[in-house]
Each structure stands twice: as structure tokens, then as C-alpha cells.
């Protein structure tokens, strides 16, 4: 059985730093068989993927897609050791105010959009809340 969980969440002034972790259990990162991925949501409005890591080919590393949004400012990163990854946040401002999750799916997503949108992903954690304050 998959679960992933977050953690890292914060509250942080705005042009802080924060790194969220997602650990995995019931796959292995280092098969390279299962897409990853960073969503974030506020009240109201649907998830929105910033990051997304994905395995394209086995015996590579995994390759990024970042969210137009969030390019310059978000690192993703997998970690082989805690079977997971990171999400980097660096120069946060108050519209990153969200409550962050990962996400996985075994199933290959071939583009960017596809690896992007909330509806690809099988798998979810129970989210970790970051709040930006100016």
C-alpha cells in the first residue's frame, strides 16, 4: 500500500526558506518507475502543481518540471536515502501561502501538462501548511 507524508510545513516571513520532505512507502524511489510531484492548494481554489519529478528512463536520474510560477524560486529534489523527495522553497512570499502536498503515480505521464495537473496522481499525502507573512 502507498502512503506518502509531508512534512517541513511552516509559518515564515516573506523572503524566508523552507524545505518540505516527502517520504514514500510502498514503492521504491530508486526503481525510477513512479512520477512524483508538488502540488499546492488555498481554500477554494484546485491544486496546482509546481513541481514535478519524473524517472525518464530507468538508470537515469530523475528529470524536473517546474510551474511557470514558481521557476527560479523552487527546487525539486529526490532523496534515494529516505526514499522521498524535497521541495525546496527559497525567496517565499506571502502568495505561496498554501497548504503543500505530494503526490505519486505509477502510471507514465509523457508531458509536462500531464505530470502538472492534480487529476494524473493516484497517490496523496495529508498535506503540510506553509503561511507567508509580509
Known amino acids: 500500500q502507498v502512503q506518502l507524508v509531508e512534512s517541513g510545513g511552516d509559518s515564515v516571513q516573506a523572503g524566508g526558506s523552507l524545505r518540505l520532505s516527502c517520504t514514500a512507502s510502498?514503492?521504491?524511489?530508486?526503481?525510477?518507475?513512479?512520477?512524483m510531484a508538488w502540488f499546492r492548494q488555498t481554500p477554494g481554489q484546485e491544486r496546482e502543481g509546481v513541481v514535478s519529478l519524473y524517472p525518464p528512463r530507468p538508470g537515469t536520474n530523475y528529470y524536473v518540471d517546474y510551474a511557470d510560477s514558481v521557476k527560479g524560486r523552487f527546487t525539486g529534489l529526490i532523496d534515494y536515502n529516505k526514499n522521498g523527495m524535497h521541495l525546496q522553497i527559497n525567496g517565499l512570499k506571502p502568495e505561496d501561502t498554501a497548504m503543500y502536498y505530494c503526490a505519486a503515480s505509477s502510471s507514465p505521464l509523457e508531458t509536462t501538462s500531464a505530470r502538472l495537473m492534480a487529476r494524473s496522481y493516484d497517490y496523496w499525502g495529508q498535506g503540510t501548511q506553509v503561511t507567508v507573512s509580509s
Open positions: 510502498g514503492f521504491r524511489v530508486r526503481d525510477q518507475t513512479v512520477f
